[in-house]
């Protein structure tokens, strides 16, 4: 496999870093009532002060390596990072229909989905290790779909973050709770997230005079930041570099605005 030069960044930093910080990762159970769910902690254990925290919320495959790499990146820039588990303990669908099937089951009840996000929130607030005052949530794809819900849903968050996340909202009065940052990163010829749906969003969010940012990167598709995606544009989902890159260096500035470390 090729490996991107900003992965490869990524990777020389985590190991210069480590002379400075040891990171440490548990795998967490919690419960959404009587589902039992898995989710990924990442820390930096030489730090006994207690910090802000970032969420992240899944692609429609389930909690998996992808997200463990994002919350051990989120680590070593002094965050708690909990990459929380939607679908429910060892639900980690690989088959495309089952992955479809799952994803749409909460994209079309998004009460349900709230209270599985609600459940990793509530969860990491209790953590020593964690001011919480000062929560995140940051989402791929279906998950970016997740972050911005969590946002409708006036979570007691004080940011949201959609990379490449679906923008619907099936509840349009619910923008109203929306009183945090809001970032959405974009692509800008992503055939699954279209421009109506773009314009809508953009629309309610100035009409509700919402403080967010938008980015749209340009020459990049679904998927953008997952190098798994491969480097087929054409197939509507597709890893892109220079996206990928540029949207993490706005993460790290945005998380610096509504969670600052000190």
């Known amino acids: 496999m090729k490996i991107s030069t ?10 210069a870093g480590s002379a400075f910080a040891a990171i440490k990762t548990e795998v967490v159970d919690y ?9 990924f902690l990442a820390y930096d254990d030489q730090n006994s002060a207690p910090r802000p925290a970032v969420l992240i919320v899944h692609q429609w495959g389930g ?15 002094g965050y708690v990072a909990f990459a929380i588990d939607v679908y ?3 639900i980690r669908p690989v088959d495309p229909v089952e992955r479809a099937r799952l994803s749409g089951l ?10 599985r996000e609600l459940a990793a929130l509530n969860h990491i607030k209790l953590d020593p290790r964690v001011v919480a005052t000062k929560v995140v949530v940051i989402g791929y ?3 970016g779909m997740g972050a911005l819900e969590m946002a409708r849903a006036g979570a007691g968050i004080v940011g949201a973050v959609s990379f490449h996340g679906g923008l619907s909202n099936p509840n349009p009065q619910d923008i109203q709770n929306m009183t945090m940052p809001i970032a959405v990163h974009h692509g ?9 749906e773009v314009f809508q969003f953009k629309s309610e969010m100035d009409a509700a005079q919402i403080d967010y940012l938008f980015t749209s990167y340009g020459n990049a598709v679904h998927s953008f930041t997952d190098p798994s995606a491969g480097d087929d544009p054409s197939q509507g989902a597709a890893y892109n570099e220079k996206a990928d890159k540029r949207s993490w260096e706005s993460l790290l500035v945005f998380l610096k605005e509504v969670a600052p470390l000190n």
Do not use: H, W
């Open 106 to 115: 909460f994209r079309s009840d998004r009460a349900l989905f709230r209270q």
């Open 88 to 90: 429910g303990k060892g």
């Open 141 to 143: 794809c279906f998950g």
């Open 6 to 15: 900003f992965n490869l960044f990524v990777s020389l930093m985590l190991v």
């Open 63 to 77: 909690l998996g390596d992808y997200e463990k790499m994002r919350a051990q990146m989120l680590a070593e820039a």
């Open 31 to 39: 419960k959404d009532g009587s589902t039992e769910l898995e989710g």
């Open 188 to 196: 800008s010829i992503d055939p699954f997230v279209p421009l109506p």
